[in-house]
């Protein structure tokens, strides 16, 4: 029976190992690909009528300051948005390509910097495809992927944040490693600035960060001995301190005020009533996030990057550490791997307790607000996978293993994360044709009114055009409640719509 892998072996799993990242680049890169070409066939809707009627009208600043004073109090999420519309509709439609392109870069470093710590040589190829990959289910993995990566209005106020989340935590480790007194004030500086952006960005990922910073912050009081400076946590109280002024904005703002009344709490959210429901919501939401098993895709293509990470090391000596690798205390180590189990299980709840609020009992059906404690999840699911993988990989290299096991290990890794890939498929299809066809039948319809518009009409016909369970005009029936229906005509500069 072959032991040990020979040399021969380890070439064979060399080049195995860039086949496999390479095909899974492919079908992750390629289902991302697919979402980012989407966004030339996405329309106004819902929402989107009211931003890009007010980025045009009134400006960044104008847009800004109603939301602050009428809408919701989110100024950060204005200002973004004024941004994205203020060019008509340019900006939605190359929005899904900038969120991938600086997701998968920021995760990609994101990975160096944990394969590093571990003392393991990163491999780029299988961390682009790990970033490919775990963002492929965090878009497509859910019940709402348009509103997740396509539809403006979400992606500002639920996608975007987790991306500068991962960005955040890569100036934090930056911050935290620099020596000298002056780059390290500018970074603690930045800190409170985006966390405050952040508290007026989006009530949702502030939670999850703030508990967050908050876990990492109690684990870096140098009384512990897991963090050698003090460091570490004035970056998360700085974080936690811009987070928390920020959602005093909000909340006192006169947008969020008028906001609360339309809709005012029969019993406190802290009631036994209200958290009992709260806790039912939770369940149901789990419930459906479990039925996904492609979200089990992050671990295994983790696994396979913990597979390949440092394989061109030898392997250790019983006893010994691998050359070049960082010590790691084992109690720093434990409470890495704890950390993300009460922020995603908190998280989660607070995500629910806070939909529940502003929205009632269906609030947690507003899925495009998981994502806030989805990636998290998907994160942690990938390093749990890396941290098994360098595992077995030492493991399977002793001798008296047999030489196909990591091969093995290797094959099934992959295919596992290409069959979550395959689970995408159905849901990325039906999206496309949802898309386009909803396009095509939009730009029809808006030739038609402009036309009209143009010829001095002021009540138009107006057909419904739904997509991603978002509303479109005439939702209700009272006129005067049609929110949607005023800023289509706002946007067309018409006195009234009417439906067709």
């Known amino acids: 029976m072959s032991t040990a892998p020979t040399e021969g072996n380890r070439r064979f799993v060399r080049r195995l190992l860039p086949a496999a990242g390479g095909s899974l680049v492919a079908a992750a890169g390629a289902l991302i690909a697919v979402g980012c070409f989407l966004g030339l066939y996405v329309r106004p809707t819902s929402d989107d009528w009211c931003a890009a009627w007010k980025s045009r009208d009134l400006g960044v600043l104008g847009i800004t300051h109603d939301f602050?004073?009428?809408?919701?109090?989110?100024?950060?999420?204005?200002?973004?948005?004024?941004?994205?519309?203020?060019?008509?509709?340019?900006?939605?439609?190359?929005?899904?390509?900038?969120?991938?392109?600086?997701?998968?870069?920021?995760?990609?470093?994101?990975?160096?910097?944990f394969l590093r710590a571990l003392g393991v040589k990163p491999p780029v190829l299988l961390l682009v495809a790990a970033a490919l990959a775990v963002q492929a289910v965090i878009y497509y993995g859910g019940t709402r992927s348009y509103q997740v990566l396509l539809w403006a209005p979400a992606t500002i106020s639920h996608t975007i944040p987790s991306v500068i989340g991962v960005w955040a935590l890569l100036l934090a480790i930056w911050t935290v490693r620099q020596e000298r007194a002056a780059v390290r004030a500018g970074g603690f500086a930045a800190a409170f600035l985006i966390g405050f952006a952040i508290g007026t960005l989006s009530e949702s990922f502030s939670l999850v960060s703030g508990l967050l910073a908050v876990c990492v912050g109690l684990l870096a009081v140098p009384r512990l001995k897991l963090a050698r400076t003090w460091y570490p946590f004035t970056w998360c109280l700085l974080w936690c301190s811009?987070?928390?002024?920020?959602?005093?904005?909000?909340?006192?703002?006169?947008?969020?005020?008028?906001?609360?009344?339309?809709?005012?709490?029969?019993?406190?959210?802290?009631?036994?009533?209200?958290?009992?429901?709260?806790?039912?919501?939770?369940?149901?939401?789990?419930?459906?996030?479990?039925?996904?098993?492609?979200?089990?895709?992050?671990?295994?293509?983790?696994?396979?990057?913990?597979?390949?990470?440092?394989?061109?090391?030898?392997?250790?000596a019983?006893?010994?550490?691998?050359?070049?690798?960082?010590?790691?205390?084992?109690?720093?180590?434990?409470?890495?791997?704890?950390?993300?189990?009460?922020?995603?299980?908190?998280?989660?709840?607070?995500?629910?307790?806070?939909?529940?609020?502003g929205y009632g009992p269906t609030g947690w059906t507003y899925a495009r607000t998981w994502t806030n404690y989805l990636v998290p999840m998907e994160l942690a699911l990938c390093a749990y996978g890396v941290l098994l993988g360098v595992w077995a990989r030492r493991f399977l290299a002793r001798p008296g293993t047999a030489a196909v096991a990591v091969p093995a290990c290797v094959v099934v890794a992959a295919g596992l994360t290409l069959a979550s890939l395959a689970v995408l498929v159905p849901s990325v299809k039906q999206l496309t044709t949802a898309t386009v066809t909803r396009a095509v039948a939009w730009d029809a319809q808006n030739s038609r009114i402009r036309t009209e518009a143009a010829a001095g009409a002021g009540d138009l016909g107006y057909q419904p055009l739904y997509i991603g369970s978002l509303a479109e005009p005439f939702f209700t029936s009272d006129y005067r409640r049609d929110w949607v229906a005023v800023c289509v005509s706002n946007w067309y500069g018409i006195e009234r719509i009417h439906r067709l």
């Open 68 to 113: 602050y004073a009428t809408q919701n109090g989110r100024i950060t999420n204005a200002f973004l948005s004024g941004i994205i519309y203020g060019d008509g509709l340019a900006g939605v439609k190359i929005l899904p390509t900038v969120i991938a392109v600086a997701f998968t870069a920021g995760l990609v470093l994101l990975g160096i910097r």
């Open 242 to 316: 811009g987070v928390a002024i920020g959602l005093i904005v909000l909340f006192t703002s006169p947008g969020a005020r008028w906001r609360r009344a339309q809709q005012p709490a029969k019993e406190s959210m802290l009631s036994a009533g209200e958290l009992r429901g709260t806790y039912q919501d939770w369940l149901h939401m789990w419930d459906t996030v479990t039925g996904q098993w492609a979200y089990l895709g992050a671990a295994a293509v983790g696994v396979l990057l913990g597979l390949g990470a440092g394989l061109a090391a030898p392997v250790p």
């Open 318 to 357: 019983p006893g010994k550490r691998e050359p070049g690798r960082a010590a790691v205390p084992r109690r720093t180590l434990v409470a890495l791997l704890l950390l993300p189990v009460p922020v995603v299980v908190l998280g989660s709840f607070a995500v629910v307790l806070g939909l529940r609020s």
